[in-house]
């Protein structure tokens, strides 16, 4: 398991933006997948964004598709969420999570039972 570190949440008025930023410990394939996940209160996780490192392949969940980049720099090991445009409903627990590719059947689905390492999380709050 990878150890993930989350840094870049804060509190922004509606448009603003944010980026997020992932450092994992050092990892022996490229052959995995590093993910944003966040959750609001009172609701369930749900995948934002993943990213396969090996060829920087990105996948988005529909609300984001637009408005949020994901993106790497290999050799600091680091995965960034780039958020524009942020909304009201972006706001909740933003969590890094990192896995296996081999774990990963159907990438743009952005399961979070697929991701076996996790970070702490950054609050991300958006204000209206």
């Known amino acids: 398991q990878l150890h993930l570190v989350e840094s870049g949440g804060g509190s922004v008025q509606a448009g603003g933006s944010l980026r997020l930023a992932c450092a994992a410990s050092?990892?022996?394939?490229?052959?995995?997948?590093m993910g944003w996940f966040r959750q609001a209160p009172g609701k369930e996780r749900e995948g934002v964004a993943s990213?396969?490192?090996?060829?920087?392949?990105?996948f988005y969940a529909n609300s984001v598709k637009g408005r949020f980049t994901i993106s790497q720099d290999r050799p600091k090991n680091t995965v960034y969420l780039q958020m524009n445009d942020l909304k009201p409903e972006d706001t909740g627990m933003y969590y890094c999570?990192?896995?296996?590719?081999?774990?990963?059947?159907?990438?743009?689905?952005?399961?979070?039972?697929?991701?076996?390492?996790w970070g702490q999380g950054t609050q991300v709050t958006v204000s209206s």
């Open positions: 999570a990192a896995t296996d590719g081999r774990l990963v059947w159907r990438p743009y689905d952005l399961r979070s039972s697929d991701y076996t390492s």
């Open positions: 050092a990892y022996t394939s490229a052959r995995i997948f």
């Open positions: 990213i396969y490192i090996l060829d920087s392949k990105p």
